[in-house]
């Protein structure tokens, strides 16, 4: 028993010694232009950026309704890259206390069907809650 276990664990040396691949080291990408300001005292803040690549992003936050209960966060901003396809993708964003809501042109939008349901939904609400 005693030699199996030491076989085993010559084994489970051995194996856990073989690399598991080859690390390959990337080139840096050159950051062109960056900019940040905050957080400031308000809560507000912004940066933007640019890549060699091509990859850009600004984005500026604040409050809203500062001193209330209903005080939130709010960021909009946006962000363009190129797809490995060539093509160009540009993505433009809010993100308050209602989630994050991205545009662009790249984004499927909401089937007709499912919108028209979403609206009736929300315009009879009441009726179902009601209901239970």
């Given at each position: 028993m005693?030699?199996?276990?030491?076989?085993?664990?010559?084994?489970?040396?051995v194996?856990?010694?073989?690399?598991?691949?080859?690390?390959?080291?990337?080139?840096?990408?050159?950051?062109?232009?960056?900019?940040?300001?905050?957080?400031?005292?308000?809560?507000?803040?912004?940066?933007?950026?640019?890549?060699?690549?091509?990859?850009?992003?600004?984005e500026?936050?604040?409050?809203?309704?500062?001193g209330t209960?209903?005080?939130?966060?709010?960021?909009?901003?946006?962000?363009?890259?190129?797809?490995?396809n060539?093509?160009?993708?540009?993505?433009s964003?809010?993100?308050?206390?209602?989630?994050?809501?991205?545009?662009?042109?790249?984004?499927?939008?909401i089937?007709?069907a499912?919108?028209k349901a979403l609206e009736?939904?929300?315009?009879?609400?009441?009726?179902?809650?009601?209901?239970?």
């Amino acid at each position: 028993m005693n030699q199996l276990t030491i076989v085993l664990c010559a084994f489970v040396s051995v194996a856990a010694a073989v690399p598991l691949g080859v690390y390959s080291s990337t080139t840096p990408i050159p950051i062109l232009r960056q900019s940040a300001d905050g957080p400031n005292p308000d809560g507000s803040y912004s940066y933007s950026y640019e890549t060699a690549n091509g990859i850009q992003a600004q984005e500026i936050g604040y409050l809203n309704y500062p001193g209330t209960q209903a005080e939130s966060r709010e960021a909009q901003g946006s962000y363009s890259y190129t797809a490995p396809n060539g093509e160009i993708i540009q993505v433009s964003y809010v993100a308050n206390e209602n989630g994050f809501q991205p545009q662009g042109s790249h984004i499927p939008t909401i089937p007709p069907a499912i919108l028209k349901a979403l609206e009736y939904i929300a315009a009879h609400r009441e009726e179902h809650i009601g209901a239970q």
